[in-house]
């Protein structure tokens, strides 16, 4: 089993920054690529970052140059540092991580595992 626990979502004004965090758990052997969604009222959910275990990036047109996400793979953990804010920016954003590990049941599984998502939003 794989567990997401996210941080850091809040209310901000236009302008200002969040710094989101997520911590995968479990029994994990590794992990391809980690990322965060967000998703909007009334919208489907829509990337917003990604970065692989070396490193690489991808980024949202809507959110490149204020955005930026890293990992510390050690603790398995990835963070989005939200600049620039824009009420656009407002929604639930989800972790998500891309991993091989082994689930309760005892097999292995290789997929995507979601955190519960945690709110962003940017109003005056």
């Known amino acids: 089993q794989v567990q997401l626990v996210e941080s850091g979502g809040g209310l901000v004004q236009p302008g200002g920054s969040l710094r989101l965090s997520c911590a995968a758990s479990g029994s994990i052997f590794s992990i391809n690529a ?3 969604y967000r998703q909007a009222p009334g ?12 490193g690489s ?6 959110v490149k140059g204020r955005f930026t996400i890293s990992r510390d793979n050690a603790k398995n953990t990835v963070y989005l540092q939200t600049n620039s804010l824009k009420p656009e920016d407002t929604g639930a954003y989800y972790c998500n ?5 082994r689930r309760r049941d005892g097999n292995y599984y290789t997929g995507d595992y979601w955190g519960q998502g945690t709110q962003v939003t940017v109003s005056s």
Do not use: C, F, P
């Not at 919208?43 to 070396?54: D, F, H, N, S, Y």
């Not at 990036?57 to 809507?62: F, K, R, V």
């Open 34 to 36: 980690m990322g965060w």
């Open 43 to 54: 919208k489907q959910r829509e990337l917003v970052a990604t970065i692989t275990t070396g």
């Open 57 to 62: 990036t991808n980024y949202a047109d809507s």
């Open 97 to 101: 991580v891309h991993a091989l590990s």
